[in-house]
């Protein structure tokens, strides 16, 4: 019914950027909050930057300053820009919507498949 795909992962040293995308498909009747997590070996997912609705946002401390969460939705589409990234960014990325689906009153939360984010040098 509804797809997210992530692109825009891969390797990048340390002080570099990367910029992430989520696209989404299928019958969307309206959008609601959106999100980008994160997931380190070993360590519980997180959220990494939230956007509302109206445009807030949020995010965890350890990226403020350095992180952008941006949102498209005539476009379908959510951004991450990351910059000055740092070996403890290093992770798993997942977009997450909140979405309606055309003819629901309900909105429920869906994921995308996650994308890998190496920083190293």
């Known amino acids: 019914q509804v797809q997210l795909v992530e692109s825009g992962g891969g390797l990048v040293q340390p002080g570099g950027s990367l910029r992430l995308s989520c696209a989404a498909s299928g019958s969307i009747g309206s959008y609601y909050d959106m999100g980008w997590y994160r997931q380190a070996p070993g360590k519980q997912r997180e959220l990494v930057a939230g956007i509302a609705v109206d445009g807030s946002t949020n995010y965890v401390d350890s990226v403020k300053g350095r992180f952008t969460i941006s949102r498209d939705n005539a476009k379908n589409t959510m951004g991450l820009q990351m910059n000055s990234l740092k070996p403890e960014d290093t992770a798993v990325y997942y977009c997450?919507?909140?979405?309606?689906?055309?003819?629901?009153?309900?909105?429920?939360?869906?994921w995308g498949q996650g994308t890998l984010v190496t920083v190293s040098s």
């Open positions: 997450q919507m909140t979405i309606r689906l055309t003819g629901s009153l309900a909105y429920r939360g869906y």
